[in-house]
């Protein structure tokens, strides 16, 4: 069972990105994901997050309007498209996932928080950094 992120890298202020969260040994089906980002020296925070069953998607408030969260079902993924980005996105994103309702995963996301209960499995995580 594991997690795995990717689509991280280096991207000028405005720019974009797209992360991916691919499940490896299980599916998503009867949970939620959601994205969590670390900067440097800071707590871990909620991002964004989706439920797998109704497609419901959260989002914390420095994500609104900038950041979707999808689910591809075909490739077992979940993605984060990032949009306008800024230099207060710098970031290691990370992914997790908790059987729904979820309502820890969903709490901690929109309130941009650090997880409120110990999730299994989280990613390795993946460096985004936003610099011109």
């Not at 009867?30 to 959260?58: L, M």
């Not at 591809?72 to 306008?84: E, F, H, P, R, Y």
């Not at 207060?88 to 941009?112: H, M, N, Q, R, W």
């Amino acid at each position: 069972v594991q997690l795995v992120e990717s689509g991280g890298g280096l991207v000028q202020p405005g720019g974009s990105l797209r992360l991916s969260c691919a499940a490896s040994g299980f599916t998503f089906d009867g949970a939620a994901v959601g994205w969590f980002r670390q900067a440097p020296g800071k707590e871990r925070e909620g991002v964004a997050g989706i439920s797998t069953r109704d497609g419901n998607t959260y989002y914390a408030d420095s994500a609104k309007g900038r950041f979707t969260i999808s689910i591809d079902s075909a490739k077992n993924t979940v993605d984060l498209q990032m949009n306008s980005l800024k230099p207060e996105d710098t970031a290691v994103y990370y992914c997790t996932t908790e059987p729904l309702p979820a309502i820890a995963l969903k709490s901690s996301i929109i309130k941009g928080i650090g997880p409120l209960r110990s999730f299994t499995h989280w990613g390795q995580g993946t460096q985004v950094t936003v610099s011109s």
